[in-house]
């Protein structure tokens, strides 16, 4: 459980700097167009619904909302961003040969699609084994108590 945590939040770290270096590198790319856009959108998305994922962790959010099933919204949102960041790295490659910046932008595309993909499998590992996203797991016992021959019964 302690290494599950730890793995998440260390590839949580690996996205955010993903993210970041591939929408500086498609920022200073001299062809604007929609595979920029493209690039732009996925690599900010990223950026944002992790940094908001990590403080949900870091406040214990994900503790208090228990009923939420959390390791499957991790493991669609990383399943999802895996292929976004599929395809807008093809696209940057594709326009890579006409623009240095956007060939680096694919590569760290391809290594944070990596990084997504992996998580997601581990998302999904953990989600069928029945692990919680934060925290114990809390279960309430009924005790029942019996009368003892010392007591009156009234």
């Given at each position: 459980m302690l290494v599950t945590i730890l793995v998440g939040l260390i590839s949580l770290q690996f996205y955010k700097v993903l993210d970041l270096v591939g929408f500086i590198c498609?920022?200073?790319?001299?062809?604007?167009?929609?595979?920029?856009?493209?690039?732009?959108?996925?690599?900010?998305?990223?950026?944002?619904?992790?940094?908001?994922?990590?403080?949900f962790f870091l406040y214990h959010v994900i503790e208090k909302f228990?009923?939420?099933?959390?390791?499957?919204?991790?493991?669609?949102?990383?399943?999802?961003?895996?292929?976004?960041?599929?395809?807008?790295?093809?696209?940057?490659?594709v326009q890579g040969k006409y623009d240095s910046a956007l060939a680096a932008a694919a590569f760290?595309?391809?290594?944070?699609?990596?990084?997504?993909?992996?998580?997601?499998?581990?998302?999904?590992?953990?989600?069928?084994?029945?692990?919680?996203?934060?925290?114990?797991?809390?279960t309430k016992t009924a005790s029942t108590s019996s009368p003892s021959p010392r007591s009156p019964a009234y």
């Open positions: 498609v920022a200073v790319a001299v062809r604007p167009g929609s595979t920029v856009n493209w690039f732009s959108f996925v690599a900010m998305g990223g950026f944002w619904i992790t940094l908001v994922l990590l403080l228990y009923s939420v099933p959390w390791l499957l919204v991790e493991w669609i949102y990383c399943a999802l961003w895996a292929f976004f960041y599929f395809s807008a790295a093809t696209a940057a490659a760290f595309g391809y290594a944070a699609m990596l990084v997504y993909g992996f998580d997601a499998v581990l998302k999904c590992i953990a989600w069928r084994a029945g692990e919680l996203a934060q925290g114990e797991r809390i």
